[in-house]
């Protein structure tokens, strides 16, 4: 007994939402995790370090 084209296309619709909200929850839940606080607030601040200026910023001239 084989699927049909409606039948594959729910299946998809409904456990494709799951899957995504899932998904979805499982990386909120990582993002917001305490311990991880630590992590991206490095990665914060990582982005812009003190060398990471304009050439003229970094002598003074503007």
Known sequence: MGFDH???????????L???????A???IYALWPSNR????R???S???????PDGARHGKR
């Open 38 to 41: 630590k992590r991206f607030d």
């Open 18 to 24: 799951l899957y995504f909200l899932a998904l979805s």
């Open 26 to 28: 499982g990386v909120a």
């Open 6 to 16: 409606d039948q594959l296309v729910a299946f998809a619709q409904k456990w494709g």
């Open 47 to 53: 982005v812009l370090d003190k060398d990471d200026r």
């Open 43 to 45: 990665a914060k601040h």
